[in-house]
């Protein structure tokens, strides 16, 4: 960071800067990532085009990445520093236990998740955490759930959207937003890489990773959970995504519009009649962030749809470390009651972080 752009990162703003997409990795997690692009018997596209190359590659930003992921320590706080970010919401990268067998998942999931709450209680005012759970197993998913809130004091839930090619919208996932929902635990939906089904026009152009196929599953995973009925089953379960809500408060009036077309038709089996619409679900159970997307017209945008109070800031640490965003951030065209809101206020709600004395 140049000596500039330090100065433009206001030491004292009016309010706390938190983050809350911020991603770590265990070594054993990437351990077994080695393993699964060196064996050459897990077929996922999206995975070796992801984790073979940051696995594998010589460049700064790979070794950067690799190197950021596994520090919960000193390293990530002196960038937090660096960056005016005083705190963190920790979350397992993508594309999390998810890859993994059932039994491999449990077994990495329970261990991150105790890695995580250890460095949260090393660092309480810097760090809250996320758990992390295995969608293979949705009943032990939920019993996860209960341990990270009671036991290991985690805030929330993060899920790497689909899971080998699977999608929560299928009632046998329902488990973990019911243990969500009764725990008042926030499910962070972030991107993976697209699910085989999906992803050939995309890799084939180089646009399967966060530069596009990122925000098109996620985007498309969050609307199959929204007109599959799960926040008419489950009415006060809170979803978050990244990425200035990947695209869809953009599209809320044509999503409302042909959803509603299409159910009328009855052109389709399984799109059912909602007790609302799209755009209703959005705006009261769905928070979005600014992850990867420090664009005020973007983010503004996001607030004007959906409310000031459902947008939250985000850096997307490591993988977009630009210490000048935070500076484009805070100068986004909002009051300083609306500022303070997306930069702390809002964060601090969602995942129950108590505010800085």
Known sequence: MTETTATRIAADPGYLRIATEEAFATADM???????????????????SLWGFYLSSPSERARLIIDRLQNLGEVRLQDMAASGIHHQV?????PGVQVFDAATARAVASAANDELAEAVRRHPDRYTGLVAVPPQDPAWAAKEMERGVHQLGLKGVIINSHTHGEYLDAPKFWDIFAAAEALDLPIYLHPNTPSRGLIGPLLEAGLDGAIYGFGV?????????IVAGVFDRFPKLQIIVGHAGEALPFWLYRL????????????????????????????????VTSSGMPSAPAITLCQAVLGVDRVMYAMDYPYQFVPEEVAMSDAFPMSAQDKKAFFQTNAERVFKIQPAS
């Open 30 to 48: 990437l351990e077994r990532y080695r393993a699964l692009v060196a064996g050459g018997k897990f077929d996922d596209p999206g995975f070796h």
């Open 256 to 287: 409302d519009y042909m959803h509603a077309a299409s159910v009328k038709s009855q052109r389709y089996a399984n799109m059912k009649p909602l007790e609302r619409t799209i755009s209703e679900y959005m705006r009261e159970n769905v928070y």
């Open 90 to 94: 920790l979350s397992l990268t993508s």
């Open 217 to 225: 599953e996620t985007g498309m995973h969050l609307l199959r959970i």
